[in-house]
């Protein structure tokens, strides 16, 4: 028997529905995913912290979901919108079907609107504050307190969700990325001690580095400098992660320590951001950011062009970078920047998710350029 569901927006468009996922009421921000498949590695990468996920690709689900696909224990995205649910799951690797495992993970999810209308919405009037709510019938009740607890809905700007989906405590990692056969292997040889900020960290980052002789020691995201450089790490990475990077004060600090040495730094995402803060440049809101698997990123280098993965709320303003920062990518869709590097230090970083998970490995390379920056200082 389906239970009947709603998604309410800001604006007051109301969507009506079926629940496929847990029951309850569900706020945040919604914004909207090009990615066509990955969807479980979309759901538990934890950049999504306070956010509805509304994915554009029409059959959501059709291959089921496992436990190796999965990019944190903990699913951090306030719910999930899509426009129709499968009635089958086939895969050979599937072990649970999506609308079980959304229930497992106590995850508020709605399917059977018109998903096309809530992207063009969300495309012209930029991300907005929502409420999904599972209901035993329709009322118009029901609606109106929707429309208020999603008015009630802070919004992001201003937000630290870093240290909120970090982990509590530091831990090694060795695994490797996955091999049809094979599964996860570990690394048995490490050439180069990483530490790994956790921000909101994907497995996949963690695994690729891993896969390119990096023993790794993962730290929450509030670990001061002092306790790092006591590790002696042979370079510094700084992940992904949800929210606003202007209020994450306490990593900007430790990142200007960093920077006074010649420890190579690679960041990513909000990593990314967080170095432009620490060196004086200037972050701002997007309309409604940029989430999918299909981004075309300019290298400025070669001008030759990387289709990409996408996954951000908030970008580094060009205009406000100081002399010692350049730009080195930039997004074809908007312009917007997508990547940075010191000239007066090892340290460079990426917008979009070279990782993938998912999506296309056409940025694989920047993790390459980190073990370069680390093997020149060896």
């Not at 086939?90 to 998903?115: C, M, P, W």
């Not at 809905?153 to 990325?177: H, I, N, R, Y």
């Not at 190579?264 to 701002?284: K, M």
């Not at 990409?308 to 920047?337: I, M, R, W, Y």
Request: hydrophobic share 40%.
């Amino acid at each position: 028997m389906t239970q009947p569901a709603l998604l309410v927006l800001e604006d007051g468009t109301i969507f009506r529905g079926t629940a496929i996922g847990a029951e309850g009421i569900s706020v945040g921000e919604v914004v909207f995913n090009t990615s066509m498949t990955g969807y479980q590695e979309i759901l538990t990468d934890p950049s999504y912290a306070e956010q509805i996920i509304t994915l554009t690709y029409p059959h959501i689900g059709n291959y089921g979901t496992n436990s190796e696909d999965e990019e944190n224990d903990t699913i951090w995205a306030k719910g999930l919108v899509i426009r129709d649910l499968p009635l089958l799951a086939s895969n050979f690797r599937s072990e649970q079907d999506l609308s079980s495992y959304l229930k497992a993970k106590n995850v508020v999810a709605i399917a059977d609107i018109d998903t096309r209308k809530l992207t063009r919405i969300l495309r012209d009037k930029g991300a907005q504050k929502g409420c999904i709510v599972t209901l035993a019938e329709f009322d118009e009740q029901a609606e109106t307190k929707a429309l208020e607890d999603a008015k009630a809905f802070p919004g992001l700007k201003g937000m630290d969700l870093a240290k909120v989906v970090s982990c509590k405590g530091s831990f090694s990692w060795t695994s490797q990325s996955w091999q049809l056969g094979k599964g996860f292997s570990e690394l048995e040889d490490p050439k180069f001690h990483v530490v790994a900020y956790d921000f909101g960290v994907k497995r996949n980052i963690l695994r690729m580095l891993a896969d390119r002789g990096c023993k790794l020691t993962v730290v929450p995201a509030q670990t001061s400098a002092a306790e790092v450089l006591a590790l002696k790490p042979d370079g510094i990475f700084l992940s992904n992660g949800p929210g606003d990077p202007e209020p994450c004060d306490y990593a900007i600090t430790a990142i200007k320590e960093f920077l006074t040495t010649d420890i190579p730094i690679f960041g990513i995402c909000l990593g990314h951001q967080l170095l432009a803060l620490a060196s004086g440049a200037q972050t701002e809101k997007m309309k409604f950011g940029h989430h999918g698997g299909n981004h075309p990123v300019q290298d400025l280098s070669n001008k030759k062009v990387m289709i990409t993965a996408q996954n951000h709320g908030f970008a580094v303003k060009e205009s406000s970078l100081p002399s010692n920062l350049v730009a080195t990518h930039k997004s074809l869709f908007d312009g917007t920047l997508q990547g940075i590097k010191r000239t007066d230090k090892p340290a460079f970083s990426f917008q979009g998710h070279p990782e993938a998970s998912p999506g296309p490995h056409d940025a694989a390379p920047l993790f390459d350029h980190f073990i370069e920056l680390m093997n020149e200082r060896n």
